[in-house]
């Protein structure tokens, strides 16, 4: 499918089950044909996974869907003994707080350290004002960090950088005001 310029997604089980049936599974790697290398010695294509980088390549940001990377994170931040908040699951729980916390993918604990986390790949000025706003929100005390891996000899190496908002304009008033829903049918803006 490489050779003929399709996109190859690799599904993987992400559940057990001992019974018979359907097995959820979930895309855990795209290969494109982009992705493909070729041997000097043996002049073969060899698939690279998107995101992977050849070894003589490790400090390059990985290449993979935002969603796969979040989930990634999230469990790197539990392999690393971490307390965290995923803001995806207080999204669900509470819609209300959807338009105050916008770009916020998670509230980390680390050691002393309180960081707000966006995990992306770079930001954007809508990023960095969100940013702002959440850090006036929150306060001097939260430190507001992006999280983005890169591709290492041993795998991803997840590293934080911190976001400078002396950049980013503030607020017009300082306070954020959710947008007021939208009616079916309702044309004005």
């Known amino acids: 499918m490489l050779h003929e310029g399709q996109r190859v997604a690799i599904c993987e089980p992400v559940e057990e089950s001992l019974a018979r049936g359907p097995i959820r599974r979930e895309v855990t790697r795209v290969v494109t044909p982009a992705a493909m290398t070729e041997d000097s010695s043996s002049k073969t294509t060899e698939p690279v996974e998107a995101g992977k980088e050849p070894a003589d390549a490790e400090d390059r940001p990985v290449r993979e869907p935002r969603h796969l990377v979040l989930k990634r994170c999230e469990a790197w931040f539990k392999a690393a003994d971490l307390a965290f908040v995923a803001m995806e699951d207080v999204r669900r729980t509470t819609p209300a707080v959807a338009p105050y916390v916008g770009v916020l993918d998670f509230i980390v604990l680390r050691d002393d350290e309180k960081l707000l986390v966006t995990v992306r790949p770079h930001l954007q000025a ?21 999280i983005w891996p890169s591709d290492g000899p041993t795998g991803w190496i997840w590293r934080d950088y911190p976001i400078d908002l002396s950049a980013s304009v503030p607020a017009s008033d300082g306070r954020r005001t959710p947008r007021p829903k939208r009616r079916r049918g309702d044309t004005s803006k």
């Open 126 to 146: 809508k990023h960095d004002s969100g940013m702002r706003e959440l850090s006036e929100l929150y306060g001097p005390v939260y430190k507001p960090v992006r």
